[in-house]
Every structure is written in structure tokens, then in C-alpha cells.
């Protein structure tokens, strides 16, 4: 364990090499596998020769097909190693919707002086640049590539919970990372392997769609027409697949968990504050790491996993192969340890945040909003045309135009609310919302909410428990609506938590990322934001 | 003729060995002057920030002539000093006079409260970080080169071309960074 960073900096790790090595051995014996099943099964080369014998399977790899499949192999594998690695940081950052922290922002302007004071620490080798992830989920990142460009990356989430002892540790630890290499063979294995993980994605979506609409009422006689052999294609496309995603996880045996450890030494060797550190991992631990967000695939670039895995939690062998950071309990142990501390300290400081989710978890009452006597939404009117339309909240409508509301059918008006247009219905108050949007009204501080949201706030709070036991489980409604931009039947909008933390129910379209909130549900939504944050700052 | 060449070949040997060495030490050498340097740059920011900061600090505090002036007056000699060891005093007296003009402003909330008060405190810690993070890495570097001019063989070499130990930047008082405060 090298003590200073200078030393560091000598004793980098390399295993970049090995997985190249065995991306090109993927792909070669995954060549010579297509090229084996080809020729016996789909052409017929027979195996018998004219003297009555039989040559063994293996001889129909003869040199020549050996040599024409491996460079092929070697060929594809070194183009795969090229696009995924050309202007890796960019893409990667671009994927997960970063920007540079800006200068004119108080909080952002904090971000990018630690950033500085961490490019200082190593000796100014390292012109880090600070990016932020506009997201409400907690987590924290680095980059690097082959050219000596990093950069460190935390999610808005953080920037607004944590106090700036925390984000120190934090970036401390990404700097770490940078400093000593194994933040260059994180980011390109991450991204090699990224792009299994991707189609393997792009294939479950895609067989998830024809699903849904294949369950669905609508498209009923569709799926008869297409008859059985559409299924049957698509169960092979899963099994590669399958196949695929099992790959992806393979990345993660070139990536030592170990490095968290030594990554987490080393902030508190700069910071000497391992208390700050221990806080902040406790506090991203328990909250949304953005599982689900783009990027999730790269999980071993992020402080602590956004992945939920049993493997994180445990220390055998499997575990170790295929799980990119350790324990969280381990390395919250061995902080503490060096603050002289204990977990229960840590608890205790962090009673307040944890109290008040106990206290929301006494009886959950599994409602929706509507079910609620008093806060119930009033079914929506509106007069179109000299005619009272009543849709009912829900109905699925059969949209004839773009930019209408597609619970009345009535047209959307343009309104600017907390800085952002959105599109309002006049009939029924809802609102569709850019998803990013979504984020900058959520942000903003806004005005006084009214008891009435207060209370729809309050309950919308208490159904947190029942969340928490499958947080992610996106919910599909039947009576799902149509995207009033997109317009497309076949793809309706999803219903959906805006995210487990702030459990407001909404539709989401996923061709466009807009967003539909019934009548205040984006107050409901800003009210407990605001509330959660408020708490967490004072 | 061959324990000639055997004699000229050990001596080219060590010709080399020593040409080794001694550019190895001229590295390390270069690296910490480089690293002080970078503490140069912090330190220099510092000294720019404080006329600002006292500047702020005045329309304030009507009743603190006395701490405003001592933190001038400490900015300047900082500045004025040349010599390593002038400079680390200087240095030192400064922290320690910031340290006390902060501590006098906790009971000035409008001061507190001030939007430019607000932003300068912020340049400040990230300055004073940085100035301690700059130090760690040169007594890193500083630390890495005494190792190396005074240990064997080396420390032939570094006696024949007078290499001399380098000075850690060592603060006076090592008032370890609080623990923060836990605040939800």
C-alpha cells in the first residue's frame, strides 16, 4: 500500500491489456463457434468422407477457415476496441446527460473549487474537470482515458445533500481513482463491455414492447396475424441476449474490488477526515443510486454500486469475481475504525433522516390518491365545442391530434411555470412536463404550498414503505395514455414513480422523456422535495 | 591487456553508474522545487484575496480596527518575505491572524450574511485547502528526495555535488482540520 502520491503514481496497476486479451478471445471463439454451426448444420458439409469414414466434427475447422475466421475475429474485436474507446469520455458523459459544473452558480462554484483542490493534491498532474449528472439520484463518479483527460462527475442529488467536508471525501476518493490508474482500466473496460450490456437492453425493450402491446386489447388481432413464428424469433433473440448480458458482467472480473478500498485510503489520506467519508458513503448508500438511470451499465466507474446485488453484500469467491465494490458495511467498518468511531455513532448522527423514515413506515396505507375521501381528483370537464366532455380519470382515449391533452382531448396551452414551458390542460390542470424539466422545477426553490397539497404531500409520503420493497418495479397500467407529442399508439406512456424517493405517480413517454402530471401532482412532487431538502439542510 | 580491460571496463561502469544516480537526484530534485512552486501559486492567491476580504470585513466591524490591521500587516510581510524559513513564519502569522479575524466575524451576523462575504469565505477555504494539499505533495516530494540523498550509495554522490535536504513546509501550530459537524 503506497503512502504518498507520489508513490502512488509509480506503482500504477495496468490490466487494460488482459481485457483487450480477452475481448479478442471472445470474439475469436465466438467466430469460430457461428462459423462451426454454419457449416454443419445450415450448409450440410458432410462429414463422411468417400472411403466410409467419418471425420470428426473438428476437422471441418480446417486451417483455412481457421485463419479466415480468427482474423475476421481480430479484426471486428480491434474495430469494437476502437469505436468503443474513441472519445470515450464524451460519449460517456454525453450518454448520461453531464454538463460542466457552471461558474455562475454558488453551489456548482463549491463543486469546482474541490475538484481544483483535488487536481492540487496530486501534484497538479491531473487537470481534473468537474461534470455534473442532473438527476435527484445520489452517486459519484471518474473518467479517464488513454490521453490523460479525467474527469469527476457527481449527480445533482449529491451536490444538494451533502455538506462540503462530505463532497470533499468524495471527490477525494475519485481522485484516488485517477491517481492511481485503475480509474483509466474502470472507464475502458466499463465502456468495452458497455456495449454487450446494450444490446442485450435493446433487445429486452424491444421484446418487452411487442409484450405489452401483444397483452393488450388493442392490438389483439395483430399478434394473430404475426402468428407463432415472431415468438419463437424473438425467444432466440433473448437467449443471445441472455448470452450478451452475461458477457457484460464478464467486464467486471477485470475490475478488482480491492481498488475501493485502496481508493477510499487514499481520501483520507488527503482529507484526514474519515468521518466525512463514512457520512457521505452512509447517506448515498441509503438513498436512490440511480439504479435505471443511464449509465447504470458502467456500475463499476461509481462510488458505490447503483446496481442492487446480492453479491455487493457478500465475500466468496463468485462475489469477488463478479461484483465490482465491496461490502458497503466493510468499508464503512474500516472508517470508522480510523475515526475511532462506531457505526453506531453514525447512526446516531444520522438519526433525524433515519426517524423519519421509520416513522413513515408504521402503516402503510396502500391507496393511491384517488382512493382518499376529501383529496379526491374531481373527474375532469371541459367544454369542447359547445360540448361537455367528460373522460374520466384514466380512460384510455384514442388520440386524433398532437398537443392534446389525452385525458380531455383538449388542446394544450402553453404556459411558463418556475422559468420552464410547459404544456397545461385547461380542462383538468394537468400538465406535460420536459423530463428535464422536470429536474429544474423540482429545484428551484418555489412558492408556499397550500394545506391542501401539504396534505396530498403528506400521504403521497406515507406510501414511501410500500415502495421500498420493490422500488423499481415500474408500474404498467392498462389504462396507460398516449404520448400527446409523440402521438405513437403502439408505444403509450408508462406509468411510473418519478423515482422511489418521491413516489408520485406519473406517465412517462420513453420515446420522448416527457413527462405527464395529472392536477398537483408536480406541486405534490416540488412540496415534498422541498420539504426533504429543507430537512436535510438545516 | 586483460586485466587492463577489465580495469577500464569496471571504471566506464562506474562512470556510468554515478552519471545515473546524480540525474536521478537532479529529478527528484526538480520535482520538489516544481512542487513548492505550486504552493508559491496558492499562497499568492491568498495574498490577493485578503484586501478584498478586509476590504468587505470593514463596513462591518466598526469596532475591530485592531484584527483588520493585524491581518494587513501580516499579508504584507508575507508577501515581502524571500527567504524559505521567512516565508513559512510570515505564512504561519498570517494563517493564525485570518484564523482570529474569522472567529471575531462569527459575531457580526450581517457580516455572516453578506453575499460577498459569503463568496470570499468560500475562495478562502478552497484556497486554504488547496495551500494544504500543495504542502502535502511537497513534503511528499521533499520527503522522497531526503530518502533518497541519504541513503547508500546515493549519499556519496549528493555529498561530492553538495545536494542539500530539502526543508518541509511544517505549520506551526497543527491544528487538525474539525471533524464537521453533523447537520441534517
Not at chain 1, 481520501?267 to 439504479?291: C, F, Q, S, Y
Not at chain 1, 423515482?499 to 420515446?511: A, I
Not at chain 2, 510570515?90 to 485570518?98: I, K, Q, V
Amino acid at each position: 500500500m503506497p503512502y504518498s502520491f507520489v508513490e502512488i503514481q509509480q506503482s500504477k496497476s495496468r490490466s487494460i491489456q488482459w481485457s483487450l486479451a480477452f475481448l479478442i478471445a471472445l470474439y475469436v471463439a465466438g467466430a469460430l463457434l457461428i462459423v462451426w454451426v454454419v457449416k454443419y448444420y445450415f450448409l450440410g458439409t458432410t462429414l463422411d468422407l468417400p472411403s466410409g469414414l467419418r471425420r470428426s466434427p473438428f476437422d471441418l475447422l480446417d486451417p483455412a477457415t481457421l485463419l479466415w475466421t480468427a482474423g475476421g475475429a481480430l479484426a471486428l474485436s480491434a474495430g469494437h476496441w476502437l469505436v468503443a474507446t474513441h472519445a470515450l469520455i464524451d460519449k460517456t458523459v454525453q450518454y448520461m446527460s453531464g454538463r460542466v459544473a457552471a461558474d455562475g452558480k454558488d453551489d456548482e462554484r463549491v463543486f469546482r473549487n474541490i475538484v481544483a483542490e483535488a487536481s492540487v493534491a496530486t501534484g497538479g498532474k491531473y487537470l481534473i474537470e468537474p461534470y455534473l449528472i442532473p438527476t435527484t439520484a445520489m452517486n459519484a463518479f471518474a473518467l479517464q482515458d488513454f490521453q490523460g483527460r479525467s474527469v469527476i462527475g457527481i449527480t445533482e442529488g449529491l451536490l444538494k445533500r451533502l455538506n462540503r467536508e462530505q463532497l470533499e471525501a468524495v471527490v477525494a476518493h475519485e481522485a484516488g481513482h485517477i491517481a492511481s490508474g485503475d480509474c483509466l482500466e474502470t472507464t475502458v473496460t466499463s465502456v468495452v463491455f458497455k456495449a454487450f450490456d446494450t444490446i442485450c437492453d435493446v433487445t429486452r425493450r424491444m421484446l418487452f414492447y411487442s409484450n405489452i402491446s401483444g397483452s393488450s386489447r388493442y392490438s389483439s388481432s395483430r399478434r394473430e396475424e404475426k402468428g407463432g413464428s415472431f415468438g419463437a424469433l424473438l425467444l432466440v433473440i433473448f437467449l443471445i441476449a441472455l448470452v450478451l448480458k452475461f458477457i457484460g458482467y464478464l467486464g467486471s472480473l477485470f475490475i478488482s474490488r480491492q481498488r475501493e478500498y485502496r481508493a477510499d485510503a487514499m481520501a483520507v489520506r488527503l482529507t484526514r477526515n474519515p468521518l466525512a467519508l463514512a457520512e457521505a458513503l452512509h447517506i448515498i448508500d441509503r438513498r436512490w443510486k440511480g439504479g435505471g438511470i443511464p449509465g447504470e451499465a458502467m456500475d463499476a466507474i461509481f462510488i458505490l454500486s447503483p446496481r442492487q446485488s446480492a453479491y455487493d453484500d457478500q465475500e466468496n469467491l463468485f462475489s469477488d469475481l463478479f461484483s465490482t465494490h465491496p461490502p458497503i458495511k466493510k468499508r464503512l467498518g474500516i472508517l470508522l475504525d480510523m475515526a475511532h468511531a462506531r457505526e453506531s455513532d453514525l447512526d446516531k448522527a444520522m438519526n433525524k433522516a433515519k426517524s423519519r423514515d421509520e416513522m413513515l413506515g408504521n402503516d402503510p396505507p396502500a391507496k393511491t390518491l384517488k382512493d382518499i375521501p376529501g383529496v379526491a381528483i374531481p373527474a375532469p370537464l371541459a367544454t369542447v365545442g359547445g360540448a361537455v366532455i367528460a373522460s374520466g380519470l384514466g380512460l384510455p382515449v384514442v388520440p386524433v391530434a398532437k398537443n392534446l391533452c389525452p385525458r380531455c382531448q383538449v388542446p394544450l396551452v402553453p404556459e411558463v411555470y418556475e422559468g420552464v414551458q410547459i404544456g397545461r390542460c385547461t380542462a383538468c390542470l394537468g400538465a406535460l412536463v420536459g423530463e428535464m424539466d422536470v429536474l429544474h422545477i423540482v429545484g428551484t426553490k418555489s412558492m408556499q404550498f397550500d394545506g391542501r397539497i401539504q396534505e396530498l404531500a403528506r400521504i403521497t409520503r406515507e406510501q414511501v414503505k410500500v415502495l421500498k420493497s420493490n422500488p423499481f418495479d415500474h408500474i404498467y397500467d392498462q389504462k396507460s395514455i398516449v404520448c400527446p407529442s409523440c402521438l405513437d399508439t403502439n408505444r403509450r406512456m408508462t406509468r411510473r414513480f418519478v423515482n422511489p424517493r418521491y413516489p408520485v405517480e406519473v406517465d412517462k413517454c420513453k420515446l420522448c422523456a416527457r413527462v405527464w402530471f395529472d392536477r398537483d401532482e408536480l406541486e405534490i412532487l416540488q412540496c415534498l422535495y422541498e420539504n426533504e431538502n429543507m430537512a436535510v439542510n438545516k | 591487456m586483460v586485466p587492463f580491460l577489465i580495469v577500464v571496463g569496471v571504471l566506464v561502469m562506474l562512470v556510468l553508474m554515478i552519471v545515473g544516480m546524480y540525474n536521478a537526484l537532479i529529478q527528484m530534485r526538480v520535482a520538489f522545487q516544481n512542487a513548492w512552486s505550486q504552493i508559491d501559486v496558492q499562497l499568492k492567491r491568498r495574498h490577493d484575496l485578503i484586501p478584498n476580504l478586509v476590504e468587505t470585513a470593514k463596513g462591518y466591524m466598526t469596532h475591530e480596527r485592531g484584527t483588520l490591521e493585524g491581518v494587513t500587516k501580516a499579508r504584507q510581510m508575507a508577501v515581502d518575505a524571500s527567504t524559505i524559513s521567512d516565508k513559512l513564519a510570515a505564512e504561519n502569522m498570517l494563517t493564525s491572524s485570518l484564523r482570529s479575524l474569522m472567529a471575531v466575524a462569527e459575531n457580526y451576523p450581517n457580516l455572516k450574511a453578506d453575499q460577498t462575504m459569503l463568496r470570499l469565505q468560500e475562495e478562502l477555504t478552497t484556497t486554504e485547502n488547496k495551500i494544504g494539499f500543495a504542502r502535502q505533495y511537497y513534503n511528499d516530494e521533499a520527503g522522497r528526495y531526503n530518502t533518497a540523498i541519504q541513503t547508500f550509495p546515493n549519499s556519496i554522490i549528493a555529498s561530492q555535488f553538495a545536494f542539500k535536504p530539502a526543508e518541509f513546509f511544517q505549520l506551526d501550530d497543527v491544528a487538525e482540520r474539525n471533524a464537521p459537524q453533523v447537520k441534517f
